[in-house]
């Protein structure tokens, strides 16, 4: 509890100062109507605190027939609102105030019209109190109900006048009781007409107190008075003195309002976190829908294809560009009907996750910001599966090398078969000598050149081509991998930016406003 006499004004004033950040974020969460209720009371407080502590707002509320402008009538020491034993009713809010403080703009607030002064010494016990005879809450005129029910939401302490007919009427308990069950500290009861009763209303009083205490008021201790004799007004003084003297009872409303209106934003257990072992079970899940591991074998495909491509035989590989592309079977969020489908679930299991032990409205916060760029997230997964799949196919400096060995052997296959069918046609149509054309080969005198040319563009070609596989498929299967962990790093990073990261959002939003609600805790 704040005391005044400490400068309660610093302290509820960064209370408020959190309740008004918490209503900022509370926008993106909650229906319009919470938000709005929430930032109603807040402003109430506000206002409240405004016109400061110098006066304590006491209401005398109650049914009809109660007494209660006789007990304000006693406090005052005149008749200041009139009584009536065939009807007693009051049908307007009167405000008495004691002292010589201006009590104007505060009432002005409360909107109450009919006001009287008791002028009194600063050190009367009574000095600083404004008491409100409010209207019966039982009137059959409409308009008196909404005026109890209107003051009842704004005063600083609450006297429930009963008498020993009316004291466990329903519509007092569960009309007002029990609603401001929460607001105990603000609450006081008292039993009118004790003296009508043989022991003074003890009995009565205590039966009284128990009925609070199923409303939820424990230890309250209804104070049995007589409006008629002044028997127990001596206590009842005190009781009010008490929250004059103490300047806090304004304060006390204050924070009890606050409590109030913050269970509406304060939602059971916690959210799970968002970056731990959930995150990982997401990834994983987007990895497998994004097919990471059908990518890499893609990848390797893409790889051998290209190195067989850039260093196979140059005379077979136009049967390897009719093949079908290792791409085509390229995988991911798009491409195949399941994969979308896949990446979803490992979205809503994700929320789920974070937000099972939370109720409303987290569970839908947490699912909104996991799936707000969704279609982002599918579109990122995507590219990233081809990309890291395409670069997989990148070429390596030694492809070159045995490119440049493959067209150099096929050109001189090409040149020796090119040379034997000049020599067949000239010596075979033109009937030429041809044995000038058919030099030896160097070191190979049995065979001629343009043969060898042929024979050996063509074996060590072949021979070449077979070699190159060795290191090709050591070096497709790394690619592979590497594709596999590319994809599965840039897997992560989306996830991050389009699900976890927003979720997070979501997570801190709720612990800040947690913590700007949260009471102030005593030193």
């Known amino acids: 509890m704040t005391d005044l006499r400490d400068g309660p004004d610093t302290a509820l004033q960064a209370r408020l100062d959190g309740f008004a950040e918490a209503a900022a974020l509370s926008s993106k969460y909650y229906t319009e ?18 016109h400061g502590t110098t006066h304590t707002v006491v209401a005398i509320a109650g049914a009809t027939g109660s007494g209660k402008s006789s007990i304000v009538n006693r406090f005052a020491g005149t008749e200041l609102t ?12 009167h405000a008495v105030v004691w002292g010589e403080s ?6 002005d607030w409360l909107e109450v019209p009919h006001r009287y002064l008791v002028e009194t010494e600063p050190d009367h016990p009574l000095a600083g109190l404004v008491l409100l005879d409010l209207p019966d809450h039982d009137s059959t005129a409409f308009e008196h109900r909404i005026e109890v029910d209107r003051l009842v939401e704004l005063v600083d302490v609450l006297v429930w006048v009963t008498d020993p007919q009316k004291y466990a009427d329903a519509a007092l308990h569960l009309g007002y009781i029990q609603p401001l069950a929460s607001h105990a500290g603000i609450l006081r009861f008292v039993l009118n007409q004790a003296d009508r009763l043989d022991d003074g209303g003890v009995s009565v009083a205590a039966d009284f107190g128990r009925l609070l205490a199923e409303d939820g008021i424990a230890g309250a201790e209804p104070l049995a008075v007589s409006a008629l004799t002044g028997m127990g007004f001596d206590e009842f003084t005190h009781v009010l003195r008490g929250a004059i003297d103490a ?14 209106v913050a269970k509406g934003l304060v939602s059971t257990g916690e959210l799970a976190d968002p970056q731990g072992t959930l995150a990982a079970e997401l990834i994983s899940g987007l990895s497998e829908a994004s097919g990471a591991v059908e ?7 893409h790889h051998k294809r290209q190195g067989s491509l850039a260093m196979g035989w140059p005379f077979t590989r136009w049967a390897r560009r009719l093949a079908k592309k290792p791409l085509a079977d390229l995988p991911g969020p798009g491409r195949t009907g399941a994969a979308a489908p896949r990446a979803d679930l490992a979205i809503r299991d994700y929320a789920e996750a974070v937000a099972a032990d939370v109720d409303t409205p987290w569970p839908r916060a947490v699912r909104n910001a996991a799936t707000s760029e969704r279609d982002e997230l599918l579109d990122d997964l995507r590219q990233s599966v081809g990309r890291a799949t395409v670069q997989a196919g990148s070429k390596p400096a030694w492809w070159q090398v045995i490119g440049w060995l493959q067209k150099l052997l096929a050109g001189a ?3 020796g078969l090119v040379w034997l069918i000049v020599v067949a046609i000239l010596g075979g149509f033109f009937m030429f000598d041809t044995e000038p054309l058919l030099p030896p080969t160097p070191e190979a005198e049995w065979i001629p050149l343009p043969s060898a040319l042929l024979i050996l563009g063509v074996i060590i070609g072949l021979i070449v081509g077979l070699l190159a596989r060795i290191p090709l498929g050591v070096g497709a299967k790394r690619r592979g991998r590497r594709a596999r962990k590319e994809i599965e790093r840039q897997v992560e990073a989306h996830a991050k930016s389009r699900v976890i990261d927003p979720v997070q959002v979501v997570a801190n939003d709720r612990t800040r406003i947690a913590q700007a609600i949260a009471p102030p805790t005593d030193p």
């Open 295 to 301: 990518a890499a074998d893609v990848a390797e495909r």
């Open 33 to 50: 109507d919470q938000v709005a209720a929430f930032e109603a009371q807040r402003d109430k407080a506000s206002e409240r605190l405004r």
């Open 413 to 415: 296959a090409i040149v």
């Open 102 to 107: 201006d009590a104007g703009p505060l009432l």
């Open 247 to 260: 300047r806090n009872a304004a304060l006390v409303r204050v924070e009890a309002d606050l409590n109030e």
């Open 82 to 93: 009139k009584s009536s034993v065939r009807r007693p009713t009051t049908s307007a809010t």
